[in-house]
């Protein structure tokens, strides 16, 4: 899921002269405690099933389809980005990335720099009947330049927790832990009132009880509720 600094300690044992050198029964045993920040890195994905479609290429959990489409199927971890520019360095002409069987993230950071790449890419995202999204993978739809949703599509979403058990609920509402995420969806073409909504519907869903959407709520959240669900809908201009 997210990444987070933390703190941890280690304990080390020091000797110290008391006063002028003398005897080794005058020196006393010192414990020294010593704090550094670490990143601690999240995971945030839903098992489900492997519906990974035929494919002529493969890179990391993306699928070339042929010279247009692409799918992902799979987790995203910290090496996603990298495969996913090496894929359109490889098919330049690529134009939908369909989320097919996408459980969510290993890695929030590199997921969120996945999805910049994808809407800088110009690529639309496209979740197909029985396409399956989920936790930090819905992220991804919102990174494409048009987003298609058809029928049958499911989606779920939670709150976040870091892998030493802290959630959104333990941070402030304007810590930079939260902040990235609507600067996020901002960039991504949602206004202020639709990134602050949605955010804090996933985080009302616990993070061990997803809330599971259909095609026409995940719609709604996108603004295309009432529109031809596969018309491709411009949710922002490609960079």
Do not use: C
Not at 62 to 75: E, M, P, S
Not at 102 to 123: E, F, K, Q, S, V
Not at 205 to 222: N, Q, V, Y
């Amino acid at each position: 899921m997210k990444e987070f600094a933390r703190i941890f300690t280690v304990l080390a044992t020091a000797l110290v002269l008391i006063a002028a050198p003398a005897r080794a029964d005058e020196r006393e045993t010192v414990t020294v405690i010593v704090e550094e920040w670490v990143e601690v890195p999240a995971t945030r994905f839903v098992a489900g099933a492997d519906l990974a479609p035929a494919a002529i290429d493969t890179f990391g959990p993306f699928r070339v389809i042929d010279g247009k489409h692409a799918a992902l199927v799979g987790v995203t971890d910290e090496a996603s980005p990298a495969a996913f520019g090496a894929m359109l360095e490889a098919y330049p002409g690529l134009q939908v990335l369909r989320l097919v069987e996408a459980p969510g993230t290993y890695d929030d950071r590199a997921n969120l720099a996945l999805g910049r790449m994808i809407r800088a890419a110009g690529l639309e995202t496209h979740v197909p009947a029985g396409g399956s999204v989920r936790s930090g993978a819905v992220e991804l739809v919102f990174a494409g330049t048009a987003w298609r949703i058809d029928e049958g599509a499911e989606f779920a979403v939670h709150a976040w927790e870091d892998d030493l058990g802290q959630g959104a609920a333990d941070y402030a509402a304007d810590a930079p832990e939260h902040r990235k995420y609507l600067a996020y969806y901002a960039e991504m073409g949602l206004d202020p009132a639709q990134a602050q909504a949605f955010y804090a519907m996933t985080n009302a869903a616990p993070f061990e009880a997803p809330r599971w959407l259909d095609a026409a709520e995940m719609r709604g959240w996108l603004g295309l509720e009432g529109k031809a669900q596969n018309a491709p809908q411009i949710a922002y201009a490609a960079l």
